[in-house]
C-alpha cells in the first residue's frame, strides 16, 4: 500500500531476530488505485511484525487537511509465488466498533496475490457494506504489474467503491488505474540514500490524471 518503506529494525531481546520494522513515507498526492484520497501531500506511517511466511501490520495516510485512515492487515506467503491476506480499512473519523452496513466504520477485504519474475498480479474482494466508509460490498478490484529495466508498468480495474458515482449510481467493472513508475536512489553518502518513486497515473472511468511523486526520510 505504501510507495517506499524505510525499515528501522526492532531487535527481539530474546533471539536476536528483527521481526519488527516502522517506516514513514512522504507522497505529493495519495492516490490509491486511481482515485485521490485527501488533499495535498501526505505521511504513510507503516509499522510491521514478520515470521517466516506471516506478515501483520498496520499502515496509514495523514494529510496536512484532516484527511486520516488506519488500515491493520495480515499476509501469508504462499507456494509457487502466492500469497493470501485480509485488510481492514478504517477512518479514525469514524466510531470504530461500528460494524453495521447503514453507517459502519469498517471495510474487509480479500487479497490474493500472484508474483513471478517481474511479472504481478492481485485480486483483491472487499465482502461487507459499510456505508459510514462508503463501501458496497462485493467490490472487486484486480491489477497486473509488470517491470522493466528502467520503468514499471501497472493496470488495474475495479468496480464498487473504485468506479462508483453518487450521482448517477454508476458501479460497472472498468478500468480505472493505469500508470507507469520510474524508481531511483538518492545518494547522500557511502552508507545512506533516499529511495524516490514517480508514478504517472491516468484513471480513464473517472478521466482523471495524476502525478505523484513520494519518498523516504
Known amino acids: 500500500m505504501a510507495l517506499l518503506t524505510f525499515s528501522i529494525s526492532l531487535y527481539s531481546q530474546e533471539d536476536g531476530s528483527k521481526p519488527f520494522t516502522a517506516g514513514a513515507d512522504f507522497v505529493s498526492s495519495y492516490i490509491w488505485r486511481g482515485s485521490k484520497f485527501g488533499t495535498g501531500p501526505a505521511v504513510q506511517p507503516v509499522i510491521e511484525y514478520?515470521?517466516?511466511i506471516f506478515t501483520a501490520g498496520a499502515w496509514g495516510s495523514f494529510d496536512f487537511n484532516g484527511y486520516q485512515?488506519?488500515?491493520?492487515?495480515?499476509?501469508f506467503a504462499l507456494p509457487a509465488g502466492f500469497s493470501f491476506g485480509i485488510t481492514d480499512y478504517y477512518l479514525p473519523?469514524?466510531?470504530y466498533f461500528d460494524y453495521s452496513n447503514e453507517s459502519g466504520s469498517h471495510a474487509f477485504e480479500a487479497n490474493l496475490g500472484f508474483s513471478k519474475g517481474d511479472f504481478?498480479?492481485?485480486f483483491n474482494y472487499?465482502?461487507?457494506e459499510a456505508?459510514?466508509?462508503g463501501s458496497l460490498g462485493n467490490d472487486i478490484y484486480v491489477e497486473a504489474g509488470y517491470s522493466?529495466?528502467?520503468f514499471g508498468l501497472f493496470l488495474g480495474a475495479g468496480n464498487g467503491w473504485h468506479t462508483y458515482d453518487p450521482e448517477s449510481g454508476h458501479d460497472n467493472f472498468s478500468i480505472c488505474n493505469i500508470g507507469l513508475e520510474v524508481s531511483k536512489?538518492?545518494?547522500i553518502t557511502d552508507t545512506f540514500n533516499i529511495p524516490v518513486l514517480g508514478q504517472l497515473i491516468f484513471n480513464p472511468d473517472k478521466e482523471q490524471l495524476f502525478l505523484v511523486i513520494g519518498f523516504t526520510l
Open 50 to 52: 514478520s515470521k517466516g
Open 69 to 75: 485512515e488506519v488500515d491493520l492487515y495480515l499476509n
Open 93 to 95: 473519523d469514524l466510531e
Open 120 to 122: 504481478n498480479l492481485g
Open 126 to 128: 472487499i465482502f461487507n
Open 131 to 133: 456505508g459510514g466508509i
Open 148 to 150: 522493466l529495466k528502467y
Open 185 to 187: 536512489d538518492i545518494i
